[in-house]
């Protein structure tokens, strides 16, 4: 194995999250609470999810949104002023150019095509394409209806919640990523919930990955270190992101906390306590306001949340690695 568990530094990291106060407020924001019906909800975050990945590039500097920030909001503009585009028996008749430009409008500063930094458009469309194919055929083009045939089970004989979502390519990752996210926004809004939660696969995404990497939770040998410290693309991730989801796994359990929870804190401290300038290192975030904060209770935060254990904090070989560098559209 190239990656494994460095138990201890795992044990430390429980404990520090095991006190940890979450905000409700963030279950609340208008992504999740603005949409009243839950049809219409539940197709906005079933397609958000489903092209949300590798979103480097899309960016509204001007309003101080990037990546899935960006998504919330374009796709909640969408649903306020153009649901038909959320409509998966509508979506079926566009096609894959049509539906590709009226896609980018919405995450353009200008409202215009030629300035939307939604790139991959093409693929992007065409998974939102093949996924609303999907669910008009087989479930009468309501999202509520595939929630409905799941029986609230993950894995049910090839009829799970699961099971469902890989037959459709967006979805078809082996680790769940977007699957588990998609599962995480529906609980949080109450919508849906399923009953086997021992199924559950945690969300893990490039954010995640690095914070467990750099943090030392998930150690990896000489050769690895070097390819994540040189940001060399990789063929696949599939064993990094495998012990990494293992972790996660083995946090929850022993911190005691919803492991759709842990999105929450490894995610949103990721993408702004631990990017290119670190938090230790800088003693600033990479966002304004820090993620983190949006949806994690902390009287302060001029220092990293995981300091007292964290490895990178006084180790470059940690600290300078990066999330595998791999194409996907997974995650």
Request: hydrophobic residues 40%.
């Amino acid at each position: 194995m190239k990656a494994f568990i460095n138990s201890s530094v795992l044990e430390e990291a429980a404990v520090s999250i095991s006190t940890l106060t979450f905000k409700d407020e963030f279950l609340s924001r208008p992504f999740l609470s603005r949409i009243q019906d839950d049809e219409l909800k539940a197709s906005m975050l079933f397609y958000a999810v489903a092209i949300c990945h590798q979103t480097y590039a899309l960016q509204d500097s001007s309003r101080n949104l990037y990546g899935w920030d960006y998504l919330e909001d374009g796709f909640l503009r969408m649903a306020l002023a153009y649901p038909e585009l959320l409509s998966s028996g509508y979506i079926t008749t566009l096609g894959l150019d049509n539906l590709s430009q009226a896609l980018l409008p919405w995450f353009s500063p200008d409202g215009s095509k030629t300035n939307s930094t939604l790139d991959r458009i093409e693929e992007r469309a065409g998974l939102m394409l093949q996924a609303a194919t999907v669910i008009s055929n087989d479930f009468g083009g309501s999202i509520l209806a595939f929630l409905s045939a799941t029986n609230h089970l993950l894995f049910n004989n090839g009829h799970g919640f699961y099971e469902l979502l890989q037959t459709l390519e967006a979805f078809r990752d082996n680790h769940r990523k977007k699957s588990s996210f998609f599962l995480k926004l529906l609980s949080d809004t109450g919508i849906y919930s399923v009953l086997d939660i021992e199924n559950i696969i945690p969300v893990m995404d490039y954010h995640m990955q690095r914070v467990l990497l750099r943090t030392g939770i998930v150690a990896t040998d000489q050769d690895l270190t070097s390819i994540l410290i040189s940001r060399v693309e990789m063929e696949s991730d599939e064993e990094v992101r495998g012990v990494c989801i293992e972790a996660m796994k083995k946090i929850a359990s022993l911190a005691g906390i919803d492991i759709l929870r842990m999105n929450d804190v490894f995610y949103m401290l990721g993408r702004s306590c631990c990017l290119e300038t670190p938090l230790c290192r800088s003693g600033s975030c990479s966002k304004e306001p820090c993620s983190l904060t949006i949806t994690v209770d902390l009287k302060e935060h001029h220092h990293c949340l995981f300091e007292s254990f964290c490895l990178g904090g006084s180790d470059d070989s940690y600290i300078l690695k990066w999330h595998p560098m791999v194409k996907t559209h997974f995650y």
